[in-house]
């Protein structure tokens, strides 16, 4: 949930606002009870704005507690200028919201604030309603929540592991316009530290893990791609990722993997994917947005889906599209979490599912592929994407179904069967998707989150790209 300031603006006549003070206050004290019954942490004003010592003092006071979205409340008739002072002293996002009572006419005030607002160029939204409307609360809910995740990206940190993997222009973005957009630092790190320091891992601790790990998932030693040794390299590489994580204060991070590691040391899928996991063989920790082949626009993605849902995030490549079926098969090496198995807060229910299968011949240095199929359910896609260097949000809905056991193995076995899957049904003609689409690899989370995505891309002042079938 988020921080929401909430701030009343008044008329600024003093004999008026004498006699609507309590009208005021009542109508906000029913928005703060309604916001706080939905989980949101609310900042009040310390007193209505009735002059302009007050629209510059209680925005200040509201501003000083880091609140993610400013809510301008208006009950009644309101000067426009205090509107004015008040978000020349409120940095963040702004949200004007009126009462729709036939007797105090705050939409005028409302509107007669916008209009000035939108005179200087003043970014902010607007919405309207009775406090009591449960959509009017939803509403203002998706509009905090993104501004928290939008939030949350300032001042964060990326650990890019390793450069470009094999090519892929659109694995690397402008780290300039990283700081100018997003407010994120891009840290370099060479992937010869995850050689290094898994050297100098704990070998009790990757044995334990090992050991977890053929306890509760379903491990096919074959004695040369994937064996005991390799499986331990691969925890180790885990055990340095999380020592880097912590020493560099990296907020989000990609491993470049191709060709170098998956030729010469070991895949980077167990890893990968236990850091977007909420767990581990110690039990149960905060994810880690980490991005296969160092993709940096894929997992700033990740990271605000991740700030948005709460839940672990899908990264998948657009493997296949079965035409007779109209699904797609969103399939990338190990990077899914093993919590899409079965979207479980238990590991051991979705490890169930899981089975550690020998590398195929894409990475001869061999290892383990986190192969799962995920598991049912409503799903929000989206991919922060450059158009001419601009980005845009590319953005649908979807659904992840499952079949009959012999129907889901051969439809995996068309591609590659020991590489994780997902079938999804997407909200897009194909021929639209394939010709629009601007990546390779696409990202999930359940539910639909399409409102908060495209009040990121607001947020962000990017274009908003969302793919219907309508």
Same mark, same amino acid.
């Given at each position: ?26 109508? $906000? ?31 200040? $006071? ?63 939204? !607007? ?69 290094? #320091? ?9 044995? #334990? ?76 920790? $905060? ?104 980005? !845009?949000? $590319? ?17 995996? !076995? ?14 897009? !003609? ?41």
């Amino acid at each position: 949930m988020a921080r929401i300031g909430v701030i009343s603006v008044s008329d600024g006549r003093d004999y008026v606002h004498a006699g609507i003070a309590d009208f005021i206050t009542t109508a $906000q004290d029913r928005l703060v009870a309604r916001l706080r019954d939905q989980g949101h942490e609310v900042v009040v004003g310390t007193d209505v704005i009735s002059d302009n010592v007050l629209a510059t003092s209680v925005a200040r $006071q509201v501003a000083a507690q880091n609140v993610n979205l400013t809510v301008l409340h208006y009950a009644v008739w309101a000067f426009p200028h205090f509107t004015m002072l008040a978000a020349s002293a409120t940095p963040g996002p702004l949200l004007l919201l009126s009462n729709i009572d036939p007797v105090q006419p705050g939409m005028v005030g409302m509107l007669a604030a916008g209009g000035a607002l939108d005179q200087i160029g003043r970014r902010h939204a !607007r919405l309207w309603g009775d406090p009591g409307d449960p959509a009017l609360i939803d509403a203002i809910g998706v509009r905090a929540t993104a501004a928290a995740a939008v939030a949350a990206l300032r001042g964060s940190t990326f650990g890019r592991i390793g450069g470009r993997p094999m090519g892929m222009n659109t694995a690397v973005a402008n780290t300039d316009q990283w700081q100018r957009l997003f407010g994120v630092d891009v840290e370099e790190i060479d992937q010869w530290e995850i050689v290094r #320091r898994s050297e100098l891992a704990d070998a009790a601790e990757a044995a #334990r893990a090992r050991q977890w790990l053929e306890q509760h998932a379903n491990v096919h030693y074959d004695g040369k791609k994937l064996t005991p040794e390799l499986l331990e390299r691969q925890i180790r590489s885990y055990l340095a990722m999380r020592e880097l994580i912590d020493e560099w204060h990296l907020d989000f991070s990609g491993i470049k993997g191709q060709p170098e590691l998956t030729a010469n040391f070991a895949t980077m899928d167990v890893t990968e994917a236990f850091l977007n996991d909420p767990y581990d063989w110690n039990g149960p920790k $905060q994810t880690h947005v980490c991005a296969t082949e160092a993709d940096m626009d894929g997992a700033l993605t990740m990271q605000l889906l991740k700030h948005l849902s709460g839940t672990p995030v899908l990264f998948a490549d657009v493997r296949h599209y079965h035409a007779d079926r109209d699904i797609w098969d969103l399939c990338n090496s190990g990077q899914h979490a093993t919590w899409y198995a079965a979207r479980s807060d238990d590991p051991a229910e979705n490890l169930a599912k899981v089975h550690l299968y020998p590398e195929v011949f894409f990475f001869p240095a061999g290892g383990a592929s986190v192969h799962h199929l995920a598991a049912p359910g409503q799903m929000t896609l989206a991919r922060l994407t450059r158009d001419d260097g601009q980005y !845009r949000m $590319q953005l649908m809905l979807g659904e992840f179904e499952t079949y009959d056991e012999e129907t889901n193995e051969a439809l995996m !076995r068309q591609s590659t069967r020991e590489w994780p899957h997902a079938f999804a049904r997407l909200d897009a !003609r194909a021929d639209t998707f394939l010709s629009r689409f601007g990546a390779n690899h696409i990202h999930a989370v359940p539910g639909d989150r399409r409102a908060e995505m495209r009040a990121v891309a607001e947020l962000l002042g990017i274009t908003l790209d969302e793919f219907t079938r309508g």
